[in-house]
């Protein structure tokens, strides 16, 4: 018999795979037997949503090679578009209503994604970052001035001021700059879990495809890419949308687990954590991506943590710049590539 012969990536990606249904497993049954406690179950939703959104940015980040700083708002769209949907879905069974409001804010996301990339893809670097994070602070204005209200009749909006009138049995579900409240929260651990296991399989299957082959081409040199006929806005176009589609189904998994939301919760600091997940995790390493962004969501709400809150948007720039100053500086790098190449010459 042939035995089978996995190439590096490979194991990798399935070792990716164990680790995330290892985890799941191990929550499961330590849950089951009343080992968790109430403050550990209230983050597993949230720990969920924040690694499926570190994974999305790292397509946008660590695979595409374009640095966005707005992905909290395509997390705000997803949030806000799957809260009013799973508001108003006549749909009793609460899974298949989670799973048609992730769907539905999947697609609102993406459709911004595909009107803000359209135009912003056809800039680089730092003007990039400069104008994903001019998106999110307006996708923060329009949803703090938006109302959106359901009746018998269905669902109205107005913008900029309430003045929706409604028939019988009518109810505001989004009231501007006080967002959504009294949420019905559906979002379970199960969900999260196959949101980032689909995630997973995506990203997974699109790097290792011919469109996700012209992508990275991309990142390493646009010039060569453009040389040999590699459209760019097309795939540039695609790994945004996708980034940004995961992005929405992970703000509705986010928004379905708490009971308020608001748009000031998306905000610029939202977008500076996750984009610190994918920092810390690994630009392109997906299994960093989900250690940093769990560690990095249980460590706050520690005992030992919850006193320094303040600091921490302050230790997390600290550690960003540490870590961009290692990565970049060629002592250091090559201080590591001795240190193993010693190690493998001695096995």
């Known amino acids: 018999m042939k035995k089978l ?33 109430s403050t550990v179950k209230g983050q597993l939703v949230p720990i969920c949503a924040y690694v499926a959104m570190a994974l999305s940015l790292n397509l946008t980040v660590g695979v595409l090679g374009e640095l966005s700083l707005g992905h909290g708002g395509f997390m705000s769209v997803g949030a806000f578009a799957g809260a009013v949907a799973a508001a108003a879905l006549p749909i009793e069974n609460t899974s298949l209503r989670l799973a048609a409001a992730m769907a539905i804010g999947a697609l609102f996301a993406a459709v911004v994604g595909v009107l803000v990339g359209i135009p912003v893809l056809r800039l680089n670097g730092d003007y990039l970052a400069i104008v994903t994070l001019a998106f999110g602070q307006i996708i923060k204005s329009i949803v703090e001035n938006l109302y959106i209200g359901v009746d ?11 003045r929706i009138t409604f028939a019988e049995e009518g109810r505001m579900i989004l ?37 996700g082959r012209a ?31 995961m992005a929405g189904a992970a703000g509705t998994l986010f928004a379905l687990g708490q009971n308020t939301i608001a748009a000031n919760k998306f905000d610029f600091n939202t977008s500076i954590l ?17 250690l940093a962004a769990t560690f990095l969501t249980v460590l706050p709400e520690t ?7 303040d600091y921490r948007m302050l230790a997390y720039a600290a550690v960003m710049i540490l870590v961009m ?9 090559d201080f590591f590539s001795t240190h193993f190449r010693k190690k493998a010459k001695k096995k």
Request: net charge positive; charged share 10%; hydrophobic share 55%.
């Open 5 to 37: 012969h996995l190439n590096k990536t490979s194991r990798v990606n399935f070792a990716t795979y164990g680790m995330v249904i290892l985890a799941f497993a191990v929550l499961q049954v330590m849950g089951n037997a009343g080992m968790l406690s």
């Open 152 to 162: 018998v009749r269905g669902l109205h909006a107005s913008f900029l001021n309430n």
């Open 175 to 211: 009231n501007g700059p006080m967002g959504i409240n009294g949420i019905q929260k559906i979002s379970s651990f199960t969900a999260g879990f196959i949101l980032v296991m689909l995630i997973l399989a995506v990203i997974f299957n699109l790097v290792g495809s011919r469109a």
């Open 215 to 245: 992508i990275m081409a991309l990142r390493d040199n646009r010039i060569a890419a453009e040389s040999v006929g590699i459209p760019v806005t097309k795939y540039k176009l695609m790994a945004f949308v996708i980034s940004a589609a």
């Open 274 to 290: 996750i984009l610190v997940f994918v920092v810390l995790g690994g630009q392109g390493k997906m299994w960093g991506s989900i």
């Open 303 to 309: 005992p030992a943590m919850r006193g320094l809150a």
């Open 325 to 333: 100053l290692a990565t970049n500086s060629p002592a250091i790098q």
